[in-house]
Each structure stands twice: as C-alpha cells, then as structure tokens.
C-alpha cells in the first residue's frame, strides 16, 4: 500500500476523539498485515456510537477514550479489510489490517494529476517515503540505486553533496544529456537541487519510463520523468511535532590496492638503480637506514573517520479548510578526505486553504542553503598531482606527514614536482555555496462538479558562489603563472525557471460501466542564467582570502555570461474505462522551443495505452490463487531538447580587442536545422498477484533514439572543425521485474523478501554519413555501428616473453608483437560469448528482505551492477613497471621478471617503458549490502507514560556497509571508462531517534 494512498485517506478523516467520563483510555498501533508497516490515518470507531473514534497518528498510533460499557471496536481504511476487536477489559489493542483485493485503488502520481494504479497504462514505479527515509546522504538521488527496476543511480563520488549519475532505460543520447526530467511539486529542476532538499520531507516519487507516461512531457521526456512529491498537512485534532535526529561516522569502503611499505619500496628502488641516480652512493647508506625506521601509511592521513549529524522539526496538522505542513532541518557532514564537508540548512512550507466547495489554493516551498568545502581538485577524476587522493597511493612510505618541529614538511624530494599534497591541502581552500528555492502557487476552481481548472506557477531559482585561494606559502601558490605570491578566482552564478501551467479538466462516469477523463493543458517556461567570475594574483599577507586582497587582477577584470531559452507548450489527454477492466488512453502534445530556429522550431509527441484487469472477468472470480491479473502496452514519442542555446544561428563573439579598437569574431556556423533528438518508445507489461502472498511484475520495452546529435566535421577552410547535428541514432531494450513475497505473515511477526532486475541492451545504428565507426585514441573508446556506447578500443596485452622479458601486445589482426603501435590498435575486447564489452553494465538491480516483529523492523537492501568494464588508471601510475619508480608502487612490481623462463606479468626491469593498454582493463561488477537497518517503535503503553509523547521510534542504520567485487581500485560503482583518483565512496553508520509530541 503506497504512502499516498496512506496520506491522501489521513487528509480525508477528522479527528473524532471525543472524552468520556467514567470510560476507559484504549491505546495502540494500527499496522498493515502485508508489511508490518504502520498506517497514519486508520479510523477507530466505537461500534453503534456515531462521533466517537479517532484516527491514527503519522506512526500508526492512537489513543481512544471508550464510554462506558462500550464492547466494541471498528478498525478501518480505505483498500484494507475493516476488522472488529472486542474490547473485553483489554487497554492496549493492536491491530493489523489485511489487503482488500476487492476494494483496492492504489493511486499513483502521474503526469499532471493521478490515476488508480489499475488505471495506468504506462510504465510507472513508485518509490515511497519509507524507501528513502533516514538514509545519510546529502543529494537523496545517491540512494535511488536498486530501488526500482530500470532506474540506474550511479553514486561515482563519494564527496559529500556530490551527486549521483541517473539513467533509465539506458543511455538515451551522445551528448544532449542522459539524466531524466526532475519534476518537484511540478516544478522542473536539475540535480543540483537535491542536495538541498531534506529526503525526509519526500512523500513519494513516481519513475515514469515508457512513453505512455512520459508523453506529456513531450521534448524532454525521453530519458524519463521522476515526479517528486512533498510531505502535506492533514486534518488532525491537533498539531503533530516531529523531532528526527541523528549521529554517525563515515569511513572509506575498502580499495583492494596493495601499496609497498618501506622496505619493499627501497629495495625496488636499489632494483632500479634509483638510489645511485640520486647521487646517494655507499655515502647515502645511512640515509637509506633511516628511512627505513619509517613506514607511514599515507591512506591515514590524507583520509579521516569522518563524524555526520543530523536534526530536523516538522509539524503537520489542520482542518477541513486549511492544512500545512512546515519543517526545517539542518545537515552536517565531513568528508573522509581530509579539508572536505558538507552542510545545509533546509526549510519547507506546504500550504493548502478551502476557501469554498468550489474554490481552494495553496502552495509548497522548498528553501536549500549548502556550504561544501573541497580537498585541493576536489579528489576528483583528475591527474593533477595536487590531489590528495594521488597522493594517498603515490607518496612513499619512509616519507613523514609531520617534522619533528610539528610543521609540515614544504616539500617532498621523492613527489613530483618537490611538494608536499598533505601540505597544500591545509593551505589552500576551495569552497561552494548555494541557495536553492523551489517553490509553487496554485488554484483550482470546480466549474462544474465535473470541470476543473487549475493554475499553477512554479518557480526554481538557484544562486551560488565559488571560491577557489591558492595561498602564497604552498607549493602552487609559489608557482602562481604571475607573480609568484598567490592566486585566487571567485565566479558567480544565478538561474531562474519560470513555469506556469494552466489545465481544464473533465472527469464523469456513464451509469456504472464507463468513465471518461479529460484534460486539455497550456505551458510556458522561461529558463535564464547567468553569472561573472574574476581572478587576482599576488598577495601580501595569508590571512585575508578575498578578491580585494589581491594585489593585481589576472587577465581580464572579470567574465561573464547571460544564456536564455524558452518553451511553449500545448498538450491534452483522454481515458477512458469500461467496467473497471478496461482502460484506455491516448496523449498528444506540442512544444515550441526557442534553442531551435524556424525551420524546426515546434515538435509532436503523441501515446497511446491500454490496460486489462484481467481478474475481474468472471472466468478468473473462481481461481481463488490469482489477486490481481494486470496487462498493459502502451506506445509513443518524447524528446530531448537538451543543448546549449542559439546553435541554430550564425553566432559571433566578443570582447577582443584589435589594435586597439572593440572587435568580434565568428562563434559558430550557422544550423538552421537542428532540433529535437526524438525516441519512440514500445512497452509490455504484465502484474500478477497470487495468494495474497506475492506480487510480481515484468515489462518489455524497446526505445528507438533517433536524430541524436552529433558533431559532424567539416573542412578547416570553413573556419570551424565541426557542426552539431541530428544525425545519429541508437536503441536501448530489454526486460525489467520486480518480485514481493510475503513468506510469513502472523499476528506479531512478518517476513518480506523483494526483488527487482533489469537487463539492457543498448546499440547503436547510425553515425554520420556512411561512417560506421568513430575512435577516440585518447579516451579509449569507440563508437560503432552495431555496438553499444562506451565500447572500449585499447591496445591488448598479450603478456611478458618468458625468453627475455620484454612486454608482448596483440595487433589489429591478432598477431602477437613487442612493437606498441596505438595508432593499429587491436579489436575491441571481447569476452569468451563474443559480447562487446563496455563500461556501461546491461545488468543491474536490487534486492533485500524485512523482519518485523512486533515494533521491531530489521532490514537489508542489496545493489548489484553485472558486465560492465573500467579502466583502472591509477594503476598506470602504481604499476608503472619502473617509469614512476620514485613514487609509491604496487607489491605487485616486485614480482618483475628476472631470468629467462620466468613466468609473470610484469616485465625486466631496465626496459622502464609503460604503455597503456589492457593490462589496466577489469570488471567493474560488484554486489553491494547498501542499507542494513535495525528499529525499534517504542509500545504506545510505554509512551503514553512520557507526558506529551505519542510516538518514538529508536533506530541504527549502516550505509555501504560491504561490497564484494573483483575491482582493483577505489570503487567498481563508476560511470565512464576511465577511473583515475576517485574519490573514495563512503560507509556510513548512524543511530537516530525519531519523536512525535
């Protein structure tokens, strides 16, 4: 039972507690038989005596003051089996309601309104509150992994505030971006927002992924939709407070590098004869000793324990006219890097008002401030020498973090270039700060008592700043490009979309048997951002780290930039039921977009769907096994509009000077026929139900991408190397399934085990002209008709020669070579089924089980991605077979080759070459324990002893508790092709409380 089905019956309750004196007080929990999860706004009545009950609180508690002589008790809600208690003497009464397959109408979030799931056409998945409620992570979308089938969210970074990489249904495009549309409150945002946004004031979200539910979003819809929904108030007898808080630490998930310690490394340096290059001689034989009386390990001191905390108050309440919802929250969280963290402050305001039977209005406001300070390069996938991660693995162990003074070192004779990273990264800071506002006013007006119209306008407007001071004392502050004394660079940014959206909608039903519901909408949207930066150099004095400290401004004063775009929108809808079993619906709507010239400035997107609830036919009524037969299909189109404005013009730039004078100069060709890349989208679905125990769902799709971009080249004489334009195409197929199974189910103790899986195939079909395929040397992939994105193209190793050591590589016809030519590189890599290899993992999904017993819920959540390669980079670095040999090494090159015979994989010492190929190639799979959970619902007889408490709950929660993979470097959960210095991903343990006054 999804929590708005739970929330929307609590709004549709008063509170009738009414006293009674000489009666008697009942307290208790109302719990849901399938998964022992607590019902907010269940009724409780006192049988025969109209007035007299209450519902339940947000935790499934009530409390009840029963007249005298009252026998009886009726327990009930909407789609639930309504059950009687006899009271007989008892004050604490438990109940758990049973699934009313009969009466259910589970309601989903669809495009511009709801629908009874029944009556969903489309591809729709829900992921409730509870799903993602006290997960410890800053930007919610990092939890989404394995929630539900098809929704891939990739946490690539384990910074904190860093977001994840979300695809559905695969990767839908080259380069017009490949995340969904993020709908909050029916505003449009980027991911950006959501680490902002406090997941615990997220009632649900809906993943629309066929074109059936993706349709009305007409030219951005073909990488999904993600509608989320905040919290709103109910009507309760009084004001309901929540307090939710929490502690926890973080530590690094475990890397499966192997790092030499002191005595390893200096023996491989004498190996390499490096200790004679340095001029140390027998005369540095002391030196060497004393370097080995040290063995720092360099994991432990660019990386930290790192504490989190978390509070929030929420209050939720109101009448038949008026309800609301307010909380504020604040989030705390340091990095494992050292000099990394992450706050923010939140607050929502959800408002809804009656004014008459005809009229209401409201409005939902989400306010996001964030401040997050970054290691020097942010720990990102960078080669910089200045990033700490590097510096963990490279820095060698007989290397010491501190002087016996306590300072640190300036500088390290063995890192390249002479600094100290630990050093820099306490010198220099990187900061970011945001203010993120989404926010939405609405009307409705019932014409009719079958007519609506509804308004709305939305806003999301996003302010940030970034600041980035290289102090004179470091290394790269010494080295500034002028100067010498310094830098620093600060650049600020503002965007605002406005959105207004304006429905007609007509709902009836025709005698008993047909239903019809119409909707006829209007849209605009304005997007405008912009922002400047300016940078300075030469600073007198550590101490004052602000622009106007600077003593000379570097290059230009300032930069800055100004972009808009538009979208007009006009779309409508029709479905239609028979008999409850039949349903039907079709959607079209037409867009109008400023980023694309006249020639293909408006576009069509158009569904169609059907559903069957099968087992409401009479032939099925006498199968007492099957609860719910549901069959769906559903076809259509989407777009993706997703690129920078104006390329349809001949643009120019400015701001050179010429001699003196103000010139410009051409910015880009003139492409008067780009427009929106387009997906048609085919999909199957079939639920089944079966003996109230198990619950099961598999969807076929196919989506088709067509006109996707692409830069196409063009003649140097042209004045420009290339043109963007709608020539390519792809597809992505596959199968997704979803499996619930109640295992046990009694009084006081329920079993759940749940599943979901998805498999898909992505291809391309088209390039440019009669190319067929496109390599990149440099980024080691290759697009090519007939395979997936993200294919790798590197040169094969075929091992060391046993005869005389020397490294061996495969060319382009499979011959076997000691010259390395990455200019005839070698086939794609296949594995033994003859499957292309990628980095993009056609399997992937989720799984897990609950216990409950009683008020104690223990749960797991696994995540698994399969088939998916990654090219470790780090290792060119650790395993450079000498080249790198003053820094830190892998124990693996100690196993190098010695005498002729010797069977290994890394080759004589004296060649010192290093090349890249597929000795770095491996398996990105993994199986990951993401959530493991344990708490405990405190009985209402206890705290109905705790004046002015009606509800606590106690609970502890581990994030990324244990990963298993074959992955060698810092984490297999990885977008791209090339890691190289990721920052690590966290494993988080926190203990919470969660209070109800």
Do not use: C
């Given at each position: 039972m999804k929590k708005t089905t739970l929330l929307f019956t609590l709004f549709l309750f008063a509170t009738m507690q009414i006293f009674a004196q000489g009666g008697v007080t009942i307290t208790g929990t109302v719990t849901e038989e399938s998964n022992g999860e607590p019902i907010p706004g269940a009724t409780i009545q006192v049988k025969d005596l109209v007035g007299v009950g209450t519902v339940t609180d947000f935790d499934g508690n009530y409390t009840l003051e029963v007249p005298a002589g009252s026998t009886t008790l009726v327990f009930s809600y909407v789609g639930l089996l309504t059950t009687e208690e006899v009271i007989g003497g008892r004050t604490v009464i438990n109940v758990a309601l049973a699934e009313n397959v009969e009466?259910?109408?589970?309601?989903?979030?669809?495009?511009?309104?709801?629908?009874?799931?029944?009556?969903?056409?489309?591809?729709?998945?829900?992921?409730?509150?509870?799903?993602?409620?006290?997960?410890?992570?800053?930007?919610?979308?990092?939890?989404?992994?394995?929630?539900?089938?098809?929704?891939?969210?990739?946490?690539?970074?384990?910074?904190?505030?860093?977001?994840?990489?979300?695809?559905?249904?695969?990767?839908?495009?080259?380069?017009?971006?490949?995340?969904?549309?993020?709908?909050?409150?029916?505003v449009p945002v980027g991911q950006s927002s959501f680490s902002s946004l406090n997941p615990n004031n997220i009632e649900s979200m809906s993943v629309l992924k066929d074109a059936s539910a993706t349709a009305m979003y007409g030219s951005r819809g073909a990488n999904g939709v993600i509608l989320i929904t905040t919290k709103r108030g109910g009507i309760k007898e009084k004001t309901a407070i929540n307090y939710r808080g929490s502690f926890g630490f973080g530590t690094n998930t475990t890397d499966q590098f192997t790092m030499m310690n002191t005595d390893q490394k200096i023996d491989y340096e004498l190996a390499l004869g490096l200790r004679d290059t340095l001029g140390l001689g027998l005369a540095g034989i002391d030196t060497v000793n004393r370097w080995k009386a040290v063995n720092t390990d360099w994991n432990e001191v660019f990386f930290q324990r790192a504490p989190m905390q978390s509070h929030e108050v929420s209050a939720a309440g109101g009448n038949e006219k008026t309800k609301f919802f307010v909380a504020t929250s604040f989030y705390s969280q340091d990095g494992t890097l050292q000099r990394s963290d992450f706050q923010r402050w939140n607050g929502q305001f959800n408002f809804d008002?009656?004014?008459?039977?005809?009229?209401?209005?409201?409005?939902?406001?989400?306010?996001?401030?964030?401040?997050?300070?970054?290691?020097?390069?942010?720990?990102?996938?960078?080669?910089?020498?200045?990033?700490?991660?590097?510096?963990?693995?490279?820095?060698?162990?007989?290397?010491?973090?501190?002087?016996?003074?306590?300072?640190?070192?300036?500088?390290?004779?063995?890192?390249?270039f002479g600094m100290n990273p630990y050093r820099e990264i306490t010198l220099n800071d990187y900061t970011y700060k945001a203010l993120k506002i989404v926010s939405s006013l609405f009307g409705e007006y019932s014409i009719t008592d079958k007519i609506t119209f509804r308004s709305t306008l939305g806003l999301n407007f996003s302010n940030n700043l970034s600041h980035y001071y290289t102090s004179p004392k470091s290394y790269s502050g010494k080295n500034a490009a002028r100067g010498g004394k310094g830098s620093i660079s600060e650049s600020f940014g503002t965007g605002t979309t406005l959105v207004n959206t304006n429905t007609l909608r007509y709902s009836n039903t025709f005698g008993k048997d047909h239903s019809i519901d119409v909707l006829l909408g209007h849209e605009t949207e304005k997007v405008s951002s912009g922002g400047f930066s300016a940078s300075g150099v030469i600073f007198s004095n550590d101490i004052n780290r602000q622009l106007s400290n600077a003593t000379e401004m570097d290059g230009d004063p300032s930069g800055s930039f100004a972009r808009y775009s538009g979208l007009l929108s006009y779309f409508g809808t029709v479905a239609y039921g028979l008999k409850e079993k039949y349903y039907i619906d079709g959607s079209i709507r037409r867009d109008?977009?400023?980023?694309?010239?006249?020639?293909?400035?408006?576009?069509?997107?158009?569904?169609?769907?059907?559903?069957?609830?099968?087992?409401?036919?009479?032939?099925?009524?006498?199968?007492?096994?099957?609860?719910?037969?549901?069959?769906?299909?559903?076809?259509?189109?989407?777009?993706?509009?997703?690129?920078?404005?104006?390329?349809?013009?001949?643009?120019?730039?400015?701001?050179?000077?010429?001699?003196?004078?103000?010139?410009?100069?051409?910015?880009?060709?003139?492409?008067?026929?780009?427009?929106?890349?387009?997906?048609?989208?085919?999909?199957?679905?079939?639920?089944?139900?079966?003996?109230?125990?198990?619950?099961?769902?598999?969807?076929?799709?196919?989506?088709?991408?067509?006109?996707?971009?692409?830069?196409?080249?063009?003649?140097?004489?042209?004045?420009?190397?290339?043109?963007?334009?709608?020539?390519?195409?792809?597809?992505?197929?596959?199968?997704?399934?979803?499996?619930?199974?109640?295992?046990?189910?009694?009084?006081?103790?329920?079993?759940?085990?749940?599943?979901?899986?998805?498999?898909?195939?992505?291809?391309?079909?088209?390039?440019?002209?009669?190319e067929d395929e496109i390599s990149d040397v440099g980024s080691h992939s290759i697009l090519k008709v007939g395979e997936p994105l993200l294919a790798f193209w590197i040169v094969d190793f075929?091992?060391?020669?046993?005869?005389?050591?020397?490294?061996?590589?495969?060319?382009?016809?499979?011959?076997?070579?000691?010259?390395?030519?990455?200019?005839?590189?070698?086939?794609?890599?296949?594995?033994?089924n003859g499957r292309t290899l990628s980095a993009i993992a056609p399997f992937n999904g989720g799984f897990g089980t609950n216990f409950t017993y009683k008020g104690l819920i223990l749960s797991s959540f696994f995540t698994f991605t399969q088939g998916n390669y990654i090219i470790n980079n780090l290792r060119y670095f650790t395993e450079s077979n000498g080249i790198f040999g003053s820094q830190n090494q892998d124990v693996a090159m100690l196993?190098?080759?010695?005498?002729?015979?010797?069977?290994?994989?890394?080759?004589?010492?004296?060649?010192?070459?290093?090349?890249?190929?597929?000795?770095?190639?491996?398996?990105?799979?993994?199986?990951?324990?993401?959530?493991?959970?344990?708490?405990?619902?405190?009985?209402?007889?206890?705290?109905?002893?705790?004046?002015?408490?009606?509800?606590?709950?106690?609970?502890?929660?581990?994030?990324?508790?244990?990963?298993?993979?074959?992955?060698?470097?810092?984490?297999?959960?990885?977008?791209?092709?090339?890691?190289?210095?990721?920052?690590?991903?966290?494993?988080?343990?926190?203990?919470?409380?969660?209070?109800?006054?």
């Open positions: 009466e259910k109408e589970e309601v989903v979030i669809v495009a511009y309104g709801k629908k009874k799931q029944e009556a969903v056409t489309g591809a729709v998945s829900t992921i409730g509150a509870k799903q993602i409620a006290d997960v410890p992570v800053a930007s919610f979308d990092n939890i989404l992994q394995g929630k539900t089938a098809g929704l891939m969210a990739i946490s690539n970074n384990g910074s904190p505030g860093s977001e994840a990489t979300i695809t559905i249904r695969g990767i839908g495009s080259f380069s017009s971006g490949t995340a969904p549309l993020f709908i909050i409150d029916g008002h009656m004014v008459s039977d005809k009229l209401s209005f409201g409005n939902t406001l989400t306010l996001g401030w964030q401040k997050r300070n970054l290691s020097e390069a942010g720990g990102g996938n960078s080669a910089s020498v200045q990033n700490p991660v590097f510096a963990a693995y490279l820095s060698n162990p007989y290397e010491q973090p501190y002087l016996p003074s306590g300072e640190k070192p300036e500088k390290y004779n063995t890192y390249p109008g977009s400023s980023k694309f010239g006249s020639n293909f400035r408006y576009a069509n997107f158009w569904s169609v769907g059907a559903s069957w609830a099968a087992q409401k036919e009479d032939f099925f009524k006498g199968i007492s096994a099957i609860d719910n037969l549901m069959i769906r299909a559903s076809a259509g189109t989407s777009g993706n509009s997703n690129i920078g404005t104006f390329q349809y013009a001949a643009l120019y730039g400015s701001g050179v000077n010429y001699d003196g004078h103000a010139g410009s100069y051409p910015g880009g060709p003139e492409n008067p026929d780009i427009t929106w890349e387009q997906s048609f989208a085919l999909n199957l679905g079939i639920e089944l139900g079966l003996f109230k125990k198990v619950n099961t769902k598999i969807e076929l799709y196919h989506k088709g991408s067509d006109g996707l971009f692409l830069v196409q080249p063009l003649s140097l004489t042209t004045g420009f190397s290339g043109v963007n334009k709608n020539i390519a195409a792809m597809y992505n197929r596959g199968v997704e399934t979803t499996f619930d199974y109640t295992i046990i189910r009694t009084d006081d103790f329920v079993w759940n085990v749940n599943l979901n899986f998805a498999y898909n195939v992505n291809k391309i079909t088209a390039l440019y002209g009669d075929a091992g060391v020669n046993p005869a005389n050591g020397t490294p061996l590589w495969y060319d382009a016809n499979g011959n076997i070579t000691n010259a390395y030519d990455d200019e005839a590189l070698s086939s794609i890599p296949e594995s033994k196993d190098y080759w010695r005498n002729p015979g010797d069977i290994t994989e890394v080759q004589e010492l004296t060649l010192q070459t290093n090349e890249f190929d597929t000795r770095m190639f491996e398996e990105g799979s993994f199986l990951r324990l993401r959530e493991l959970s344990l708490s405990y619902q405190v009985p209402a007889e206890v705290t109905d002893r705790m004046k002015g408490i009606t509800s606590m709950r106690i609970y502890t929660r581990g994030q990324n508790v244990w990963t298993y993979t074959k992955y060698k470097g810092f984490d297999p959960e990885f977008v791209g092709n090339i890691q190289l210095n990721q920052y690590p991903a966290i494993r988080v343990f926190t203990i919470g409380l969660d209070l109800t006054i």
